[in-house]
C-alpha cells in the first residue's frame, strides 16, 4: 500500500474522476434501455463494409484531383527532362495509390460477402 501514498493526485487526475463521473456513470446507470447505435451497422462485416465505402467516397475525388494535377504538370513541364520526371513520378504515386484504395475496398467486400455465407 506504500505506493498509493506516493500518487500525486494532481488536478488532472480529478479532472479525469469528475469527467468520469458525468458521462460514464450515467450510461451504464440507465443499461437496461436500449442504447442507440450511430453506425447502422448491426454485424463487423456490416461496419468494415461501410468504412471502406467511405474511405472510396472520400478517396476517388482527392486522387482523381492528384491525377489532373499530375497532368497539369506534365503540360507545364514543356519538356523540361527534371520537371518530366517529376510528373512521371506524381503520375505513378497517383494511380499507385488510387490502385490500392479500390484493392483495400473489393478485398473488404469479398472478406463481407464470405464471412456473410458462413454465417
Given amino acids: ?3 498509493i501514498k506516493n500518487i500525486n493526485f494532481t488536478s488532472r487526475f480529478k479532472k479525469m474522476v469528475f469527467y ?8 451504464f446507470a ?4 436500449m442504447i442507440y ?3 447502422g451497422t448491426d ?6 463494409s461501410a468504412l471502406s465505402e467511405l474511405a472510396i467516397e472520400i478517396g ?9 494535377y499530375s497532368g497539369l504538370m506534365f503540360v507545364t513541364a514543356r519538356g523540361n527532362e527534371e520537371k518530366l520526371k517529376k510528373a ?3 503520375l505513378m504515386w497517383s494511380l499507385g495509390g488510387t490502385a490500392i484504395l ?14 456473410e455465407l458462413l454465417e
Fill in 1 to 3: 500500500m506504500n505506493f
Fill in 20 to 27: 468520469a463521473t458525468i458521462f460514464i456513470v450515467p450510461i
Fill in 30 to 33: 440507465g443499461a437496461d434501455e
Fill in 37 to 39: 447505435n450511430p453506425l
Fill in 43 to 48: 454485424s463487423f462485416p456490416d461496419l468494415a
Fill in 60 to 68: 476517388i475525388p482527392i486522387a482523381a484531383l492528384f491525377i489532373i
Fill in 88 to 90: 512521371k513520378t506524381g
Fill in 102 to 115: 479500390l484493392g483495400a475496398w473489393a478485398i473488404t467486400e469479398v472478406l463481407k460477402d464470405t464471412i
